[in-house]
């Protein structure tokens, strides 16, 4: 995953022109939203002009999706590296995921912003709604992994779960907590995200997922 300083800040002598007008565009959706963002300011961000931008990418709507590949694979290379590691502890390794996505310098405005542009061009970007399909499939794959290695180490059948529908429900629970989070900051503290997120798991799997 991208850390907060290299999402919102753009570094202009990267030599890697693609990759520099994709950090370029991810930055002006997080100030600019969707509609703010065009050719012109995107190269603003990145210090070139106009016209080197458009001879790499035609158009914004082009780059604005290669940028959601970009960093959606970001997030998922982040997410399966940080499940792989705990698969020793499978139970502090969900809470570890779940206490990352509400940490404070993965919610806000600026990441609204950014999200919510991607998804608009779901609507319309047949490759991009792919793309977004096939990311969505392997979180769900990695997180019933993670939950089959939580029912094992809780020495639990997990052939009598539904694993795939447990995945979904709390990763759908868990987009719609940090939407919410996003839009309203002050409306729960982290604390209380990590409470709902506990009791929900707890009560839809099985697992103890609190700690004493």
Known sequence: MKDKKTIFEVDKNNEDKKQLFIDAAICSLANHGYKGTTVRQIAKYAGVTPGLLTHYY????VLIAESYKYLATQFLDDFQNKINEGMDNPISALRGFF?????PENLGKRYLRVWLAFWTLTLTEESLRNTHSDI???YTKSLENILRSAYIHNEQDPSKKNLRSLAVGILAMLDGLWLECCLDPDALSKNDNLAIIYEFVESTTGLKIKTN
Do not use: L, S
Request: glycine share 8%; no cysteine; hydrophobic share 25%.
């Open 136 to 138: 969505y499939k392997e």
């Open 58 to 61: 035609q158009g914004k709507e």
């Open 99 to 103: 206490q990352n996505i509400f940490a």
